[in-house]
């Protein structure tokens, strides 16, 4: 054991930090093997030998990662190791989940498959694959299953199983843009969130599939297109197994499904354990639900108004309109038009109010990306406050409270911290939309798409293709794993490694 004078010196958290990063990679390759099993079970050789590729790398990598800080096991992060560790974890899973797709033939190159794992690590489903009707099983398999990780986070996912008897692992829960705890106990929360997750992937898996078999897919294509839809909107991340992604089903029915399966997954874990041990009073009195359903609700009234006369069927419209902005507002990104459609049909008017909901985003501490629809309520209490303050005497005190969980009561530190995001967001924003301009495209289109790729969300207007520059495709990759960490962990990484080159 180290004591705490000798912990101070870099090298050790470095140290520290590539065995966590080690563990965790370890527990993705082992995840892989479900993807290798799907390619043996059909007979797809040349898939499984690529994901075989993949599992021999992240098990290779971990265990120089593990060996290398093996002395440090029980040492306790520090905040600025602790965030580091989770940004440079995501990038390093990303690269290496991005070898076998490449491998498969579906990419036109490795920084394609760098995109497209990354846009579902980060549960955006922005996608680069070509000619996914036609993907083999396991690739698919492994597309959905990134999804899962990377929306649960991939740390966590080591923090629930593999992390036993390891200290200061709130700086790596923090790190992966988790806000809250369930439990005091950092691995206790983390059992719980995977817990609540694999509950509805059993429930939401069986909803699909049986309505799949009805509208009449046979029944294993029924389940893997069930499954894979599930992870895809549960994760929101809107991956879908075939190219018209959900519009492909023609149907109402797993429409309303898919829905509320993104909507179940853009709310707080958090809630879904108070709601599933009995407290349902906690899902009227929540300040952030009502401020999701709020803006959902309005942005959706808004967005109406401006697609009248778009389409002639006032059922199709409701329709259209209200499954898109859910799907843009929760960060799924599933889509029933065609991208070129929300280009050539859609009014800017609701093109802005699109961006709006994909900016805007789901809740904290569930597997939605985007600004947050507490720090939304935390500004907006904050607003109201200030207002209060101006109309009443100088001598009164005026004490602004929500209910979140608890009853909390506003604070600078909530209105610094919520404020300090948004203007991180907006600005990086601004940054893409800036880039897309540059690079040729319409201002209308460069906005929707680096809301989507910020916000996590995966709808696209046309311009996320293979054709597009790589450079933007670099600027996209990079938005995308900001919005998902909130920038901190991503900051942190660059300042732990000026620091250790400095040192070094």
């Not at 906690?282 to 803006?295: D, M, P, Q, V």
């Not at 933007?472 to 900051?491: A, D, H, N, P, T």
């Amino acid at each position: 054991m180290y004591n705490k004078h000798k912990f101070k010196d870099g090298r050790i958290e470095l140290r520290h930090v590539l065995y966590m990063t080690g563990k965790t990679l370890s527990a993705i390759g082992i995840v892989e093997t479900v993807a290798a099993i799907t390619s043996l079970l059909y007979r797809e050789w040349n898939m499984l030998f690529n994901l075989m590729i993949g599992i021999g790398l992240f098990f290779l990598v971990s265990f120089i990662f593990i060996f290398i800080g093996r002395d440090t096991k029980e040492e306790k992060f520090s905040w600025g190791a602790g965030m580091s560790m989770v940004a440079l974890t995501w990038a390093l899973g990303a690269l290496i989940s991005a070898v076998p797709p490449y491998l498969s033939g579906h990419f036109k190159s490795y920084l394609d498959a760098f995109f497209e794992v990354m846009s579902g690590y980060t549960t955006t489903g922005l996608v680069l694959i070509q000619d996914l009707d036609h993907a083999p099983m396991g690739l698919n398999m492994w597309r959905h299953l990134i999804c899962y990780i990377g929306g649960q986070g991939m740390v966590l996912m080591t923090l629930s199983f593999l992390a036993s008897g390891m200290r200061g692992l709130l700086k790596v829960y923090m790190g992966e843009a988790r806000d809250e705890q369930i439990f005091p106990n950092v691995m206790h929360t983390a059992r719980i969130i995977w817990s609540v997750s694999l509950l509805y992937l059993v429930l939401g898996t069986l909803a699909l599939t049986i309505n799949g078999v009805l509208i009449g897919l046979p029944l294993d294509m029924a389940f893997f297109r069930g499954l894979w839809m599930f992870l895809g909107g549960w994760d929101t991340a809107g991956f879908a197994p075939q190219s018209q992604n959900a519009m492909y089903f023609h149907s109402l029915s797993y429409e309303i499904i898919s829905m509320t399966i993104m909507i179940l997954g853009t709310i707080n874990f958090a809630l879904h354990y108070f709601i599933l041990t009995g407290n349902y009073k906690e899902g009227i009195r929540n300040a952030e639900i009502k401020s999701l359903f709020t803006t959902i609700t309005i942005l959706s009234f808004l967005g109406a108004v401006a697609l009248k006369g778009i389409y002639s069927d006032g059922a199709v419209s409701f329709r259209k309109t209200f499954y898109h902005f859910v799907s843009a507002h929760t960060g799924t990104g599933f889509a029933t038009l065609y991208s070129q459609q929300f280009f050539y049909e859609w009014s800017d008017a609701a093109i802005i109010l699109l961006v709006v909901a994909m900016l805007a985003g789901g809740s904290v501490c569930s597997t939605a990306g985007g600004i947050k629809a507490l720090r939304i309520a935390i500004l907006a209490n904050a607003l109201v406050n200030d207002i209060k303050k101006m109309i009443k005497p100088d001598s009164a005190v005026v004490v602004e409270k929500f209910h979140h969980l608890k009853e909390v009561t506003l604070q600078d530190r909530h209105v610094r911290n919520a404020s300090i995001i948004t203007l991180l967001y907006i600005a990086t924003f601004a940054f893409g939309t800036l880039a897309g301009t540059f690079f040729g495209y319409p201002l209308k289109a460069a906005m929707f798409e680096s809301a989507s790729a910020l916000g996590n969300v995966g709808l696209s207007i046309g311009i996320t293709q293979p054709s597009m520059p790589d450079a933007l495709k670099i600027i996209y990759i990079f938005m995308m794993w900001v919005g998902r960490l909130e920038f901190m962990s991503v900051i942190a990484l660059f300042a732990f490694l000026f620091k250790e080159a400095k040192e070094g």
